[in-house]
Structure formats: structure tokens, C-alpha cells
């Protein structure tokens, strides 16, 4: 993997060595957990791949990308939740090793991609499959009970969790299942970092405030609280890259379509859907890459970063911007960081909204 980092501003060249390392350590440890898990040499398909708006999903995507072939892995076939019926799915991966797409759909809050997985176990009994790092989290105990079967009975399904919390509740939830931890995937991106932009004389340091769209009112942090320490701004994923536009294909996404395809032995069945697919997800992974360089891009346009979103964390650490996490969701960003981040030198983690302007002014005071 390559990445061109940029040391903090008033950092010394011992402290911007640090950082490197800590990236080169959390890379270390997703080798580590996965490449026992997976072939030395061949295919693979990557299933459940994030064909829809979410950055961070798509980070995660690139970085598994980006890992598999650092292995000399050649990426068979990639296949996104509800794009085909369970012959073509079949006929798409073959008897290669599926890689499960990690981040932190696995629970009951987003059934699309559980009943996804659901299908993937059940279509290949008797194959190697291997999810990368996931939350895990459920809101109904009664869901928990009914995907017990599911994944203690595939005798070679191997689960990978990207925090501490989440590997101890999928343990007690189901203990006959084959248990890992590793970092999310997104460490493995190969970033093209954009120099960042260099403040003028007397110029006031610039802070972006990158706050989840889903995050409720009352738990928005009030920046005028900090406004006294530079220029704010606030704003999300789709304010960065330019909004999230995805290209749809009637053919893929009607689910009629996708019944009626199902058991078809035709030239639609085995030839046309499986060239759409691949189209499909060619023109996604380019938008995706697109929505990374902006990313980049937009970051270095600001001296500190605040947020309460798990992969801005991620995108700041690999990028060595000095930021500020607060979780105001259901955990994942602070288990997260207590498993992984904690130690690192370009982060802080307030739990408390009023604790924000006192680390967000210690961070300056550093740069400056």
C-alpha cells in the first residue's frame, strides 16, 4: 500500500515517525487476523459491496480491494445486496472464497444486508467465507435467536469484528461460530493525499465540524462554542464530494426482475445480468474513488477536524489530521477507539460536548 502523508504543522520529525508507524501497525494487525483465513494464491469474490450512498462504506470497500490485491489475490466477481438471483450468484462466484464486506451493517438495523448474508451462507454451504471487520449490534434479543443457527451451523464461515465490544457480544450471542478482531478495513486504502492547504499570515485556523446527517437535533454540537477559536465549518459527507448521486439500473434493482431470473438457464441468465453486474460496479468503484479524492481534497482545507462520524476518525488518522471524536450514537465510535485508536497521537475522544472547545484549543496550540 501506498501512502503519501503529510506531518501535522509544529509536530517534530520523532512524533510524525510515531504516526506513521501506528498506520503501518493497524495494517499489520488486519494482515495478521486475515491472511490465514484466506488463499495464498487465486480468486476471491467480495459480496455485499456498498452500491449506495455511504462514504464510508465505500472506504471500507476500497481498502479491501486494496488489501486482497496487495496478496496477489484476482478479484473474481463483486457482487452488491439484492443485484441478482441465487443461480447467477452462484454462477458469479464459483467454488472461489468469498470475502463478506465489513463495516457496520450486521444486526437488525439494516435487514437488507443481513437477509444478504443469510442468503450467501445458505447458497454456498460448503464454502469458504470470510466477513471482514463488522460491528455487531442488535436491538431485538429475538433476532440474535434466529440468526443462531445460521452462523454457528456453516462449518467454515470465519467472522472478523472491529472492536473489542463487538467481538465479546458476538461470542456470547453465538459461541459455536468462529470468532476474529481485526481494524476496519479502510486502513488499507491507497490514498493519493492532497498537500494541505497552508494558512496565511494571521489567518484564523480553520475547523470543520463533520457531523453525521442522521444525528439528532438535540445532539448536534452548538459551534458557536468554538467560535472563538477559528472559522467552523460544519457540513457531512455529501457536502464534501458534491452530493451522492448513484447511477441506478432499473435492471438491477427491480426485484420482479430478479424472481424472474431466478432458475433461468438463458443468455439473460448467464451472460447479460452477470456483464450488467460487472458494469454496474465498475461505474460505482469510480465514483467511489472520486468521492475519496474529494474527501482528501476538502480535509485539507482545514486545520483540525470535530466529528461524531467512525470513518471521518478513520480518514483523519490516515491522513495524520489532528482531530476530535465524540461519540453520539450507539458506541461504535468509542468502542472503536478503545480498541484500536486510544494510543494514537492525532486523536482525542471528548465524552462530553462541553469538554470540546478544552481539546479542540489543545490541538492548536500544537499546531500553530
Excluded at 236 to 264: E, N, P
Aim: aromatic share 10%.
Amino acid at each position: 500500500m501506498r501512502i503519501h502523508s503529510v506531518a501535522m504543522p509544529g509536530n517534530s520529525a520523532h512524533e510524525f515517525d510515531s504516526s506513521s508507524a501506528f498506520i503501518r501497525d493497524m495494517q499489520g494487525r488486519i494482515e495478521a487476523t486475515l491472511a490465514p483465513l484466506l488463499p495464498a494464491s487465486g480468486e476471491v469474490a467480495i459480496l455485499d459491496y456498498p452500491r449506495y450512498s455511504n462514504v464510508g462504506d465505500s472506504f471500507i470497500w476500497l481498502g479491501t480491494q486494496a488489501y486482497l490485491r496487495s496478496r496477489g489475490l484476482k478479484i473474481r466477481s463483486e457482487i452488491h445486496a439484492l443485484s441478482c438471483d441465487k443461480k447467477t450468484l452462484q454462477r458469479m462466484v464459483g467454488d472461489c472464497p468469498i470475502v463478506l464486506q465489513g463495516g457496520g451493517n450486521f444486526g437488525d438495523i439494516h435487514p437488507v444486508h443481513q437477509a444478504f448474508r443469510a442468503e450467501i451462507l445458505t447458497s454456498f454451504p460448503r464454502q469458504r467465507i470470510v466477513m471482514c471487520p463488522q460491528t455487531f449490534h442488535y436491538q431485538d434479543p429475538n433476532h440474535i435467536e434466529r440468526d443462531r443457527p445460521l452462523y454457528e451451523g456453516h462449518p467454515d464461515l470465519h467472522l472478523i469484528w472491529r472492536d473489542q465490544t463487538s467481538l465479546e457480544r458476538a461470542r456470547k450471542a453465538f459461541p459455536g461460530a468462529r470468532h476474529f478482531i481485526a481494524p476496519d478495513m479502510a486502513f488499507w486504502m491507497d490514498l493519493q493525499v492532497t498537500p494541505a492547504v497552508v494558512r496565511g499570515p494571521g489567518a484564523r485556523p480553520r475547523i470543520l465540524y463533520h457531523a453525521h446527517r442522521d444525528t439528532k437535533p438535540n445532539h448536534l454540537y452548538d459551534i458557536s462554542h468554538i467560535a472563538t477559536l477559528g472559522t467552523v465549518v460544519q457540513g457531512d459527507w455529501r457536502d464534501m464530494v458534491g452530493g451522492l448521486d448513484i447511477h441506478k439500473s432499473f435492471f438491477l434493482r427491480a426485484t420482479s426482475m430478479r424472481k424472474l431470473l431466478a432458475g433461468v438457464d438463458s443468455c439473460i441468465g448467464t451472460t447479460f445480468l452477470p456483464s450488467t453486474i460487472r458494469r454496474d460496479t465498475a461505474i460505482h468503484l469510480a465514483r467511489s474513488c472520486n468521492w475519496l479524492n474529494k474527501a482528501i481534497s476538502f480535509y485539507a482545507r482545514h486545520d483540525v477536524i470535530l466529528t461524531n462520524r467512525l470513518h471521518s476518525h478513520m480518514l483523519a488518522t490516515l491522513l495524520r489530521k489532528p482531530h476530535v471524536i465524540v461519540d453520539t450514537f450507539y458506541g461504535k465510535l468509542d468502542w472503536y477507539y478503545e480498541s484500536w485508536t486510544f494510543s494514537d497521537p492525532a486523536v482525542r475522544r471528548v465524552r462530553h460536548y462541553e469538554d470540546v472547545p478544552t481539546a479542540l484549543g489543545e490541538i492548536l496550540s500544537q499546531i500553530q
